[in-house]
């Protein structure tokens, strides 16, 4: 994942003569270089004195990267009052590699983003160069670092996936841990977790309630409403529900525009999210945030649905503003409703706030909690609490499976998402059966 970006900057090898103008991406483990140049093209024209007309344009071409690592040191020099520069010093044994070793200047008044970009650089040295850290499930395991770098013309199955999560490596250099003793590769954080016994088994995996929100789209015309400027886009999500959105295409690019959810940290009515073009070995890609890039919008839209809050597509029914989904909004007009579940057994359980609800169901596993919905209606759930956690266990629509989700209890407040919060599990619960009977 991207950490840092410098825009521009004097860069030489120490192997170098001149310094020339790049542009710096820097990722947790490495440094990636594009190097900046002005290229001219003739296009067959000549001028009012017949010399060729000659045309410039601004390039950016990958140069090389460099691992963080193998810089065994980073310092700051100034030879004079004016000039400041960073030494990035590789060294094999007590010799300078000068073909891996760089050097940045720094003009008269750029020394406080020379002081800046030490530290940045210095803070991502020490990161990648720690030690190893070890969960519970490989405490006695010999383990090594793996990075790997992804061609361009490379397909999806050349990627690389966690052992413990199952999700991929991202990015076009890739980093994480490759376990020797277990023969798997693992994200850092997925190696460095701790697992509890529970029940004679690995630590219960629980699935994200926000998902609930986030409406399946069959196909772009769910959302893409073609040529639209800012205007008409907010006469269009006016009416909808919060976390609606919407992609148009107003001057030559792709355009977000959402009516932004209580999850969401934007604060403004309605947002605008351009989206931007780049050019990489003579294809285009496009993004809405550096370190992620895709081929086309319907990628980019199913990648940032979670990130970026988009829940509620604009030709989808769960856009609509009803009464039962306004008690959702920041106004609730309605009282909740209560809603049956297909009488799954019952068990009275005390609660923090003295009352028994239907859907509690004591000190029960997670196995258990499958057993007592199998066969229930898509949407049945119950409570359950155990190791002094409270979980919410649900049947999916369509699939018949399960999903299990954490309920947090911190301040005397419940919450499925940390972000909104209620006086007691009844009123969590209410609040989420009123989310679209699509999603549940």
């Given at each position: 994942v991207l950490s840092h970006e410098i825009a521009e900057i004097?860069?030489?090898?120490?192997?170098?003569?001149?310094?020339?103008?790049?542009?710096?991406?820097?990722?947790?483990?490495?440094?990636?270089?594009?190097?900046?140049?002005?290229e001219e093209t003739?296009?067959?024209?000549?001028?009012?004195?017949?010399?060729?007309?000659?045309?410039?344009?601004?390039?950016?071409?990958?140069?090389?990267?460099?691992?963080?690592?193998?810089?065994?040191?980073?310092?700051k020099t100034s030879h004079d009052k004016e000039t400041s520069y960073i030494h990035l010093n590789h060294y094999q044994g007590p010799s300078l590699v000068p073909s891996s070793s760089l050097v940045f200047r720094f003009p008269f008044g750029k020394q406080s983003d020379c002081e800046d970009i030490h530290n940045k650089l210095e803070e991502l040295r020490k990161k990648s160069s720690a030690e190893i850290m070890k969960g519970s499930d490989h405490l006695d395991h010999d383990c090594i670092v793996f990075r790997k770098e992804i061609n361009d013309n490379s397909e999806v199955m050349q990627h690389e996936s966690c052992k413990d999560c199952g999700n991929f490596f991202k990015g076009k250099l890739q980093t994480g841990i490759n376990c020797l003793t277990c023969n798997d590769l693992f994200h850092k954080e997925c190696f460095a977790s701790n697992k509890d016994d529970d029940y004679g088994t690995a630590e219960e995996k629980f699935d994200d309630p926000e998902d609930l929100l986030i409406t399946?789209?069959?196909s772009r015309e769910d959302f893409y409403l073609g040529e639209m400027d800012q205007k008409n886009a907010n006469k269009k999500l006016?009416?909808?529900?919060?976390?609606?959105?919407?992609?148009?295409?107003?001057?030559?690019?792709?355009?977000i525009s959402k009516k932004p959810h209580k999850n969401d940290p934007i604060r403004k009515e309605y947002d605008h999210l351009p989206v931007s073009t780049v050019t990489l070995t003579g294809e285009k890609w496009i993004y809405l945030e550096k370190g992620f890039a895709f081929k086309n919008i319907d990628d980019l839209i199913k990648h940032h649905r979670k990130?970026?809050?988009?829940?509620?597509?604009?030709?989808?029914?769960?856009?609509?503003?009803?009464?039962?989904?306004s008690m959702t909004e920041e106004i609730q007009t309605i009282a909740p409703e209560r809603r049956q579940t297909n009488n799954i057994p019952q068990i009275n359980v005390e609660e923090p706030n003295n009352s028994k609800d239907e859907f509690m169901h004591g000190d029960i596993s997670k196995e258990d909690a499958e057993e007592r919905l199998t066969d229930k209606a898509e949407g049945t759930f119950l409570v359950r609490h155990n190791n002094g956690t409270y979980k919410l266990s649900m049947v999916l629509p369509n699939s018949r499976k399960f999903k299990h989700s954490m309920i947090h209890h911190t301040e005397g407040k419940f919450s499925l998402t940390n972000q909104k919060k209620f006086d007691s599990l009844k009123d969590l619960v209410d609040n989420y059966m009123n989310v679209s009977p699509k999603n549940k």
């Open positions: 004097d860069m030489k090898k120490v192997s170098g003569t001149s310094y020339s103008k790049f542009q710096l991406l820097l990722f947790e483990n490495y440094l990636v270089a594009f190097e900046l140049t002005e003739y296009n067959n024209r000549v001028d009012f004195w017949g010399n060729a007309v000659v045309t410039k344009r601004n390039v950016k071409r990958y140069y090389q990267h460099f691992k963080m690592k193998d810089f065994s040191e980073i310092r399946p789209t069959d006016k009416p909808k529900r919060r976390g609606t959105f919407i992609v148009r295409f107003s001057k030559d690019r792709f355009v990130s970026h809050k988009l829940y509620f597509p604009i030709n989808s029914p769960d856009s609509e503003l009803t009464e039962r989904n």
